[in-house]
């Protein structure tokens, strides 16, 4: 081939590759928008959609999820799938935005809902998808001491559905709370007397959340819900450093149930209270249901629940099994902590069902489990 052959080849594949590209795949997906039911010229921005496979029995964030994309200003929004097919679309978890889930192109349950096909390279243009507000209620009332009457503040106020806690609330100078944004249903409600010298309970007196009386929420109403607490006991010591005697503080105290037989942290459902040790290392635990005796955890600095750190129960005890009892009301129940980070320490904690053993030497932490 000669030179002027070899030229006008490469123009030819120059100009080919330049003016004549590959006609890039288009998208496969779909595209709609979501709008308020009540005005459905009014788009929602900032809400997310979602695809799922048609095949998965009960499409879930864990099973079954394609993609999704978030609704822009004016509620439009564009998905793309991997394959052509046929899938479900859903607006879901809206909780927190004060519209009720909305699976396409029905409203709930998601049994209902249809299956959309779609082909290689189609977009499809899907009808709206209308959201109603959620008829929220509420729940509120005004915590009261059981001794004179007088208003309770910074109480914490806690509404629990059956996945967790669904509202929160303070207290505020004359006892008052009040909990937005429930969906209709029943709750167990908890009012945790942390920062007072009263009792925390469950409504109404009880302990435990498995003795707590339902409250129920229905749409767009409040459920008054009143608590008087009771005045609590105290546990009260100071924290120590065991070789130099020196006072821990911001050491951090907890206090269980006599029952406890696992952790002892605010996990715990037979918890009942925690302090912070103060400058000179005392403390004092307060608000305790009285009579009753208790198993109370010491640990250096607030390092308690990841095992590592300085850690015992009273009295000098390592695990909560041992641990000696406390009266409510005792004074004097006092810890002292091993400072040298040279010597062996091992802690105890109830892991998984694992007993696992943290052993510091030299300043480095290792655990074994079994």
């Given at each position: 081939m000669t030179t002027k052959h070899t030229v006008a080849c490469f123009l030819?594949?120059?100009?080919?590759?330049?003016?004549?590209?590959?006609?890039?795949?288009?998208?496969?997906g779909f595209t709609g928008r979501v709008v308020e039911a009540s005005s459905p010229t009014t788009g929602i921005a900032n809400l997310w959609v979602d695809v799922f496979d048609c095949t998965s029995p009960n499409p879930s964030y864990t099973n079954g999820w394609i993609a999704g994309d978030s609704t822009d200003s004016n509620g439009n929004y564009t998905i793309n799938v991997p394959t052509p097919g046929s899938y479900k679309i859903a607006s879901l978890?809206?909780?927190?935005?004060?519209?009720?889930?909305n699976w396409y192109d029905k409203d709930i349950p998601l049994g209902t809902a249809d299956c959309v096909p779609v082909s290689n390279e189609q977009i499809v243009q899907l009808q709206d998808i209308?959201?109603?507000?959620?008829?929220?209620?509420?729940?509120?009332?005004?915590?009261?001491?059981a001794v004179d009457n007088s208003n309770i503040a910074n109480v914490i106020v806690y509404a629990y559905d059956s996945t967790g806690v669904a509202g929160v609330a303070t207290t505020v100078s004359d006892g008052t709370y009040k909990i937005t944004g429930l969906l209709p249903g029943n709750y167990t409600v908890y009012f945790g007397a942390f920062y007072t010298p009263y009792t925390s309970e469950w409504y109404d007196d009880k302990l435990a959340q498995n003795e707590a009386n339902p409250v129920p929420v229905v749409a767009l109403a409040d459920t008054p819900t009143n608590a008087q607490l009771a005045l609590g006991g105290t546990i009260s010591g100071k924290v120590t450093y065991k070789e130099t005697g020196a006072?821990?503080?911001g050491a951090w105290v907890d206090v269980c149930d006599d029952s406890t037989i696992t952790v002892c942290n605010s996990s715990s459902?037979?918890?009942?209270?925690?302090?912070?040790?103060?400058?000179?290392?005392?403390y004092t635990v307060q608000g305790l249901p009285s009579p009753?005796?208790?198993?109370?955890h010491f640990h250096e600095k607030n390092t308690s629940y990841s095992g590592v750190g300085i850690s015992e129960f009273y009295n000098d005890k390592r695990n909560i099994s041992s641990a000696d009892s406390v009266s409510v009301n005792s004074t004097n129940i006092d810890a002292a902590l091993q400072d040298n980070p040279n010597l062996t320490q091992v802690y105890e904690v109830l892991l998984r069902k694992k007993t696992c053993h943290y052993v510091a030497i030299n300043g480095k932490t290792v655990s074994v489990c079994q």
């Open positions: 030819l594949f120059f100009f080919s590759i330049s003016f004549f590209p590959v006609t890039a795949q288009s998208a496969t978890h809206l909780a927190n935005t004060g519209y009720l889930d209308a959201l109603t507000p959620a008829e929220n209620g509420s729940i509120s009332g005004v915590v009261t001491s006072a821990i503080a459902p037979t918890w009942r209270g925690f302090a912070i040790t103060d400058a000179d290392g005392v009753g005796t208790y198993k109370v």
